[in-house]
């Protein structure tokens, strides 16, 4: 039974897309041809919530049949009694991974929904602290040749007005030098951010970091795997003990507020990365900023920036949005009231209620699994 009959959720919606990319995408660890999508709709009063998560199409029939009885007839308003129930109902299947990413999907409904609701947009509902965000230019894939990375790199930040880029590292450590030299060439002042993916160990990170000193490289991000606290606490002292002003940024793998409590109490981190389509949504990406408040760390949001931008612009200490090259492509794609580019930030419409994203249906269903 709910508390309020009128927000009752009426139906539950969930559907996966595979979108291809426009050319072969890599990064150190890892090679992909193709994105995949899953959207969660939730429908009560009148109003739909939408919420999606990067992952894979097997969500559609966990949130289909291990979610839709929790949620369907729950009250829309009691957001946090329902999360309670949807981590709970995970325990013997595991939080992490695809279970996180389905709740996520889930709780950015949830709060899009919540919003619709009351008329407001998201921003407002969690309370605006900034009315834009900064982005960084995200792409670099080691799969691209020497012409494509600079032409992406330089027009990030002399024609959008980026004010940082990243590039993929990884693959192979002379190449990788100069990929380096090519971006710095590439984008002139504006600061230069790598990620390994961990393709490295801590050794071969701090010799790399060495290495390329002279390109002022501001960040490198999963320098190891962060699921090795130790190394990332090893490269990160090491960085600084030297001198050179690299900050260490891991978390996008984090799923639970374990993990970034993990990454926190390591001293593993100089900045915290989140993602809210892994980490439980609207909800947990504030529980994440709570921590970096807590911490006094910087707040970086990973990827899907149409989907992170309200919950940005609330976040305390927040740093920078990931303008990632496949998310960016596939939200103006799929999905209207994408937020378009202006001057290296982005800005909600806070005249539309929720987040203002909803799914271009037509466009979306050639890509249907």
Known sequence: ??????????ALRVAAYRVPTDA?????????????????????????????TYADASLVRLIKEHFREMVEGADAFAIGRLNEQLWASVRNLGRSGLAACAISAVDCALWDLKARLLNLSLARLLD?????????????????DDTRLREQLGSWVHEDGCRWVKVKIGADVQGDVERVRAAREAIGEAGLFIDANGAHSSR?????????????????????????????????????????????????????????????????VDVLQADLTRCGGVSGFLQAAALCEAFHLD????????????????????????WFHDHVRLESMLFEGA??????????????????????????????I
């Not at 039974?1 to 009426?10: L, Y």
């Not at 701090?206 to 190891?224: D, L, N, Q």
């Not at 600084?240 to 793998?253: F, L, N, T």
């Not at 990827?303 to 305390?316: E, I, K, R, T, V």
């Open 204 to 268: 071969s990170a701090i010799a790399f970091a060495r290495r390329i000193a002279e390109f002022r490289v501001g960040w490198f991000e999963e320098p190891v795997s962060s699921d090795d606290l130790a190394g990332l606490r090893e490269v990160r002292e090491a960085l600084g003990a030297s001198g050179q002003p690299m900050d260490v940024a891991a978390g996008e793998y984090a799923y639970t507020p374990d993990d970034f409590r993990r990454l926190v109490e390591h001293g593993a």
């Open 24 to 52: 072969p995408e890599a990064d150190g660890t890892f090679t992909w041809d193709a994105t995949t999508l899953v959207v969660v709709e939730l429908d009560a009063a009148g109003q739909t919530g939408l919420g999606y």
């Open 299 to 322: 707040l970086s949001a990973h990827c899907a920036p149409a989907l992170h931008l309200h919950a940005c612009c609330a976040a305390p200490r927040f740093r920078h949005q990931e």
């Open 339 to 368: 937020p378009p580019l202006n001057d290296g930030h982005i800005a909600p419409d806070l005249t539309r209620p929720g987040h203002g994203l909803t799914l271009r249906e037509a466009d979306a269903r050639r890509y249907l």
């Open 128 to 144: 605006t602290r900034r009315e834009r965000i900064p982005v960084y230019g995200s792409g670099g894939f080691t799969s691209y």
């Open 1 to 10: 039974m709910t508390q309020r009959p009128d927000a009752a959720i009426r």
